[in-house]
Nanobody, 114 residues
């Protein structure tokens, strides 16, 4: 059974940083596509950052240069370093893993507000 456990969300002020983590069990990251999505109130879920099995990385245009996705295959963990946060980054962030099937974390709230 695949489980994804996210951590690291919270309330920060504009310009500050957060680091999200997603630890997986029951699946090996080495052969999976991993990433982060987010969903703000009243909006559709959108892709924030992704590492494909080819090791290529893509980012949502609005987070390029501010967010960095990485993963540790040995720990089966994917990270999202978020710097220079803006109020429009406020959303529930979801970890995503695809290897054959698609799996989602439970979501972690990120709120950017002064």
């Amino acid at each position: 059974q695949v489980q994804l456990v996210e951590s690291g969300g919270g309330l920060v002020q504009p310009g500050e940083s957060l680091r999200l983590s997603c630890a997986a069990s029951g699946i090996f990251f080495s052969f999976a596509t991993v990433g982060w999505y987010r969903q703000a109130p009243g909006k559709e879920r959108e892709l924030v950052a992704i590492i494909r099995t080819s090791s290529t990385i893509d980012y949502l245009d609005s987070v390029k240069g501010r967010f960095t996705i990485s993963k540790n295959n040995a720990k089966n963990t994917v990270y999202l370093q978020m710097d220079s946060l803006k109020p429009e980054d406020t959303a529930v962030y979801y970890c995503y893993v695809m290897r054959g099937s698609r799996y989602w974390g439970q979501g972690t709230q990120v709120t950017v507000s002064s």
